[in-house]
């Protein structure tokens, strides 16, 4: 099983980024897929989420409006669209595999730094 993030990076505010979650080894169309940030000092967050058909996306208050998650089953990968970012966006960025009752997954993470 893996689920493998990349696309992090370094930002000027205002800018945008694009993360993507490669998905392998496991059935991805049966499991609701989530974004997560973990900034240091800080408790992890729970960023956006999608079902696992796609029909259904969450967002946290934080970046309801600036941030879009998509998923495409075929490819078995989950995106995040990262704009408008703010220095408190700043955070290691990670993907998870959640289901009520099946073994969960993640990912290692991808930095995320917004500075000018």
């Known amino acids: 099983v893996q689920l493998v993030e990349s696309g992090g990076g370094l930002v000027q505010p205002g800018g945008s980024l694009r993360l993507s979650c490669a998905a392998s080894?496991?059935?991805?169309?049966?499991?609701?897929m989530r974004w997560y940030r973990q900034a240091p000092g800080k408790e992890r967050e729970l960023v956006a989420t999608?079902?696992?058909?796609?029909?259904?996306?969450n967002y946290a208050d934080s970046v309801k409006g600036r941030f879009t998650i998509s998923r495409d089953n075929a490819k078995t990968t989950v995106t995040l669209q990262l704009n408008s970012l703010k220095p408190e966006d700043t955070a290691v960025y990670s993907c998870?595999?959640?289901?009520?009752?099946?073994?969960?997954?993640w990912g290692q993470g991808t930095q995320v730094t917004v500075s000018s």
């Open positions: 998870n595999a959640y289901s009520t009752w099946r073994q969960n997954y």
């Open positions: 080894g496991f059935t991805f169309s049966s499991y609701e």
């Open positions: 999608i079902s696992s058909r796609g029909s259904i996306r």
